[in-house]
């Protein structure tokens, strides 16, 4: 038997379910090719199951993709393919406007949501606030919620992933039972009556800046590093101060000093040819210290260059 040859815009006349179910186009084109050429081969070839002229399975064949192949075509046959490719076209359009999405599609994505949500490194809360408050954690959720555009239906399971200690317990005992199918909206209100302030003192916490701080979360899934080359129209000097202003309220105590945290951010973020001439930032050492490191080595560099 001759070598099936390969799908292309110009041979394929025929189109296949995910099923291996053979189309009202395919059956079309084999009637037509049996009623105007009796002498014609038809190779069909469905997930593995090849199919003679009268549509019996002959099991012989182990092919993996569906493919048509030609061999004694009459010049009228070919004429017909565009009315079957435009068949085709508009069957895979109906079936395609008809079908759901499929649950292993459903299932893969919310995988990588989940994924790329606990790969931006949410704060955990235990209900104590001694670590993040309330107010600092439900920030948290929800700007990772915007960066990461996780689906509604998946925010409150993998928030509440990330209680910990007596928060976990409050809600596997009073939180999900009270709320089953709830919304984000519904369980703000729930962990808020439950843990938080009043609602008036969510207006108390510090301005952040938006831009600062959502690349802040966005360099956590990559490097978690202040990356100054992101704005370059702005002095050095300027975006630290303003990385330090939106920054320092929010870096949470228990990775340590929260301005030494922010001074190793900013190294990190600088280009490496600079950061090469910048020494690892120490206790007591200033955001003004560390612009005037960072001036000369800039001037180092230029000079080398």
Known sequence: MDRCPKVTSSNLIGYHTSRGHITRASNLLLQFVGATNPSASITWLVHGNELDRAGRPNHSMAARHVVLAERKLTTYVYA?????????????????SCLPVSQFETMDDDRDAALVFYGMQPLLFDGTQRTVSLAGWLYDM???????????????????????????VWWMTEGEPAMPGGTWADFRILITARYGPPPDEDANMPARDPEIYNDMYLSRFLSYVADWSAYPNESMGHYCRRFQEAMLPHIPPAIGDPLLQALFLIREGLPPHVRAFVPEPIAGMTLEGMIEIITEAEIIVQGIQ
């Not at 990461?148 to 990330?162: M, N, P």
Request: glycine residues 2%; charged residues 25%.
């Open 142 to 168: 929800e700007s990772i919620f915007g960066i990461c555009h996780i689906e509604a239906h998946l925010q409150v399971l993998l928030a509440t992933r990330c209680l910990a200690v007596e928060a976990r």
């Open 80 to 96: 017909v393919a565009a009315y079957v490719r435009r068949v085709v076209t508009e069957l895979v359009s109906e079936r395609d």
